[in-house]
Structures are given as structure tokens and as C-alpha cells.
């Protein structure tokens, strides 16, 4: 079933847990690596802000609610080998309410029952017309612990056999506010100190190989980010939010059938290492329910918000049969992150985050293994700097890059990245049930890493409500935007 396209759509300025984590934390990004220090022109050094920049002015005073930037932005030199003719000017790309392109809406619909043939054994595509929005938990806010689905996860997880490590959940407020768990060599937290279990996916392992993906749609300007991959004949994966595959299953159906990679990035968007265990589970598991409701089939890796994974988190995800997927990191002042949540909230410059970019390709020529990059579909801004900027350079770019979605950059068919089509032979599931599986601590990281949530603020994805006919875009802390009378938000 297809309903109206948003005819007009208004997003207000950002004031989330990205753009916080960003005002607190003011290491580098992106400096390039001794290694590759000489290979990054000297132009690409910060400079002040234009006079009369866009960035700079801060977000449109049109949206009662939002709130503008109180400090002049950097604005960033790059050189790039190639960028798209018809991309919108840097200069253009601000915080907060952007009008820059039309959406697209949904290009292609499926009828129910359409079988997905490039999956081997894939089920048959749901009938997303009779999802039933009540009986999933409210979107953008951490689901109850007490309903039968989650209960029912809760006794798989303690009959997986994995042994979850009892570990307290951290406080509120990121590294500063938990001093006593940064060493803590059980823990193995990423989001302070970047420690990785081996077990965790930060890179493809053949160098020059990119493994694209796209957190926090699907969103209104994901078509126009599916038409340029079409384009160019280019897939990614999703780590889609559980509330926007409920809002947007038409969105998630298309991504799916045109072959993208779907993998589970939470219900509401949380820092996973402050909730309690069963906390965890809903998160988890309410955005594999969503996700086999609309697609049939279910992810088998999952990106934790933020980064913010600790072995206990890992121990759940991984009795729920989900990989854990991060993003490559070298050192604390390296991480392969465009930072281009932070354009919607004012906390970073556009030209930053293709600043940004160039580093992250001049370092990806510097390492052995291949590379995992952290880019965002949920706002327009994040879409036309990633189709205006950073997939030409991408695609550009010498030595050449092999882009692929991360399943595939790591040497495995499609069809292993979900538990209904995966071939259990030679690739045998996450959690068999029938022996313990012990986790390793992990090395523990150099520095506090960039990619970690910094403060309380849970809500990281745009909550979008839905009330009759009407679309609202809502923020935590911002005023609710009444969009679109008339439209629905599920199409």
C-alpha cells in the first residue's frame, strides 16, 4: 500500500545526542596520520568563516523551536578529484531547516508476496498494509520491558548460552561521568578508549576495500540517496532505526530489493551501555521484529548508537545473533567518522565533514586492511554532502576503492547477512545454543575515542510521531512541528 508523498516537509534544527557529543568533546577528527601527513594538501587547514556564510549564520529562523548555533563555525579548505556537477554549493548546506532538493518519496513499490530471487530461499516480501502501528512500542522512546515479545527475548537470551558478563551499566554522561569504568579491563568499552573485541567488525579486511553504510533512516531524503547509488551502481548497508522502519517500511522494502545490505541499529537510538540488560534485549529485539514484519527476513549484524558497545552489550547482541559493527579507527584523533550528523545541529561545518573525507581517504592509503566509514541518511544536509561530495571523490579517487556494502567487503555473499537466507553450513549462526561462548576483554584503546556519546541525552534519532493524519517531526528538548496535514508518515 502506497500513501501520499510528504508534499512539504520541514525538518528543525538538530539538538540531540550528536551535537552535544561534539560540543564536548575538541580532539581532531580527521588530522591525517604522520604516515599520511604529507599527503594531505596544505590548504586543507581550518580558516574563519566567510562573512555572510550560510554555515555561519546559523539555523533558519522560518521553524519556531529550533535553536541556532550561538558560535561562528570553521570553514575548511579540501581538494577533492571529483565532486558532482549538479551538488548543491557547500556554501548552501547549513544547520537546521534546509530546503535545498525536493524528496523523492518512494520510486518503486512492492506487492506483497514478491520474492526477492537475488537472495537464495529468501521468504516472500510481508504485507506492510497490515502492520498494525499499536501494537509495536512508541517510536524514538526506549520500549517496556514488561510485554510478552520482550519477555519471550529475554528467556532465548538465557537459554542462548552465552554468558553475559556482569558488568553495571554506565552512567549518563560519557566517559567524564564514569571514571572508575575507563580501565576496566573486563569492560572493553569503545566509546572510552576505542577497545574492540575480536569478534567486533571495524574493517574489511583487504586494504582499499570500503565498506559504505548509512545509519539512521530510512528518512525522507533516502530516495534521493537510493537514486544516486542506482546510478552509479554502488550498495551500502543501512543500520536502519527500528521506529523509522515503522514509519517508513515502503523506504525499508525499496533499500532491501534493490539489494543494500539491512542491519539492526536499535529501536530508539540509546546509548546501549547505560541500559540494564533487558532494556537491551527490547532495543534489539523490537528492531529485528520491525524489520522481519516488513523485509520477512532478519538482520544478523547491528551497529551500536554511538559506538557505544561494552562486552556486556556485545554478550547480548551476540545471544541475540547480531555482529557487532562499529567503524574503523586508528587512534583517538583517527577515526574514520564524517561527522555529518553534526551538520543539522550547527556543530560542524559542511566543508568540515568533506574535510573530513579527504583525511579519511588519504588515511584509508596508509593501512593494510580495507576500511569501514560511519555517514548518515536521516537529514538532507547528511544526503547531499554524501551525493555531492563525498561518493564522487569516492568513486574518483586513486589508488581506486572497491565500495561495497560491509557483508560483502567481508568476503560474504548477501545472503549470510540475515538468519532466514544465511547458509548455516558454511557459515554457521552467532549463537548455536549449545555451548557457552566466552567473550574476549580486548585491547584497551589509546584515548577516549571521537565516536562516543558525551552526555545523557538518549535520543539521537528524530522521533517521528504519528497522530491521525498528521506527520509530526519531533525533538527531544524541541518543539513538536506539525509538517504535513493530510499526509501520512507511513508510505
Known amino acids: 500500500m502506497r500513501y501520499a508523498l510528504l508534499s512539504a516537509l520541514v525538518l528543525p534544527a538538530v539538538v540531540v545526542a550528536h551535537a552535544n557529543r561534539a560540543r564536548d568533546v575538541h580532539h581532531p577528527r580527521q588530522a591525517p596520520s604522520s604516515a599520511a601527513s604529507a599527503s594531505v594538501p596544505a590548504s586543507g587547514s581550518a580558516t574563519s568563516a566567510a562573512t555572510g556564510s550560510s554555515v555561519a549564520s546559523g539555523a533558519s529562523s522560518a521553524v519556531s523551536g529550533t535553536v541556532a548555533p550561538t558560535t561562528t563555525l570553521a570553514q575548511f579548505s579540501f581538494s577533492l578529484p571529483a565532486t558532482n556537477p549538479t551538488a548543491i554549493p557547500i556554501s548552501s548546506l547549513s544547520a537546521g531547516t534546509q530546503t535545498t532538493s525536493p524528496t523523492l518519496g518512494v520510486t518503486t513499490t512492492y506487492a506483497a508476496g514478491t520474492t526477492p530471487t537475488f537472495l537464495p530461499n529468501a521468504p516472500p516480501l510481508p504485507d506492510i498494509s497490515k502492520l498494525v502501528i499499536s501494537s509495536y512500542p512508541a517510536l524514538d522512546k526506549p520500549p517496556p520491558t514488561d510485554s510478552p515479545e520482550v519477555q519471550a527475548w529475554i528467556q532465548e537470551v538465557a537459554q542462548s548460552g552465552v554468558q553475559i558478563p556482569n558488568l553495571t551499566p554506565s552512567m549518563a554522561g560519557g566517559c567524564a561521568a564514569n571514571p572508575t569504568l575507563l580501565n576496566d579491563p573486563d569492560r572493553c568499552w569503545w566509546t572510552c578508549g576505542g577497545c574492540t573485541d575480536s569478534n567486533d567488525v571495524v574493517s574489511c579486511p583487504e586494504k582499499l576495500h570500503w565498506g559504505m553504510s548509512h545509519d539512521d533512516g530510512p528518512a525522507p531524503y533516502t530516495p534521493n540517496l537510493l537514486q544516486y547509488l542506482d546510478q552509479n551502481q554502488l550498495r551500502t548497508t543501512f543500520f536502519a532505526v527500528g521506529s523509522r522502519c515503522l514509519s517508513y517500511p515502503s523506504l525499508l522494502q525499496e533499500e532491501y530489493m534493490a539489494q543494500h545490505q539491512i542491519a539492526v541499529h536499535t529501536w530508539s537510538h540509546p546509548q546501549m551501555t547505560t541500559l540494564s540488560n533487558d532494556e537491551i534485549i527490547a532495543e534489539l529485539g523490537w528492531s529485528k521484529k520491525i524489520i522481519k514484519d516488513v523485509l520477512g527476513v532478519t538482520p544478523t549484524y547491528w551497529r551500536p548508537p554511538f559506538g557505544d558497545v561494552d562486552n556486556r552489550v556485545r554478550a547480548i547482541a551476540r545471544a541475540m545473533n547480531l555482529a557487532t559493527v562499529i567503524w574503523t579507527r586508528l587512534d583517538a584523533g583517527h577515526t574514520f567518522d564524517t561527522n555529518d550528523f553534526n551538520i543539522p545541529g550547527g556543530t560542524a561545518s559542511p566543508s568540515e565533514v568533506v574535510f573530513n573525507w579527504q583525511n579519511i581517504l588519504n588515511n584509508a592509503t596508509q593501512i593494510d586492511t580495507g576500511f569501514i566509514v560511519l555517514e548518515h541518511d536521516l537529514f538532507v544536509q547528511q544526503v547531499e554532502v554524501g551525493t555531492g561530495y563525498i561518493l564522487p571523490a569516492a568513486l574518483a579517487f586513486q589508488p581506486k576503492l572497491t565500495i561495497e556494502p560491509i557483508i560483502t567487503c567481508l568476503n560474504k ?50 522521533p517521528v510521531a504519528m497522530l491521525g493524519n498528521t506527520n509530526l517531526l519531533a525533538l527531544t528538548g524541541s518543539a513538536l512541528l506539525a509538517v504535513a496535514a493530510g499526509a501520512r508518515v507511513l508510505f
Do not use: K
Open 413 to 462: 555473499p548477501l545472503q549470510d547477512a540475515y538468519a532466514e537466507t544465511n547458509d548455516n553450513t558454511t557459515n554457521p549462526p552467532i549463537v548455536s545454543g549449545a555451548q557457552p561462548v566466552t567473550l574476549s576483554s580486548g585491547a584497551p584503546g589509546s584515548a577516549e575515542a571521537t565516536g562516543g556519546a558525551q552526555n545523557g541525552d538518549n535520543s539521537g534519532a528524530l
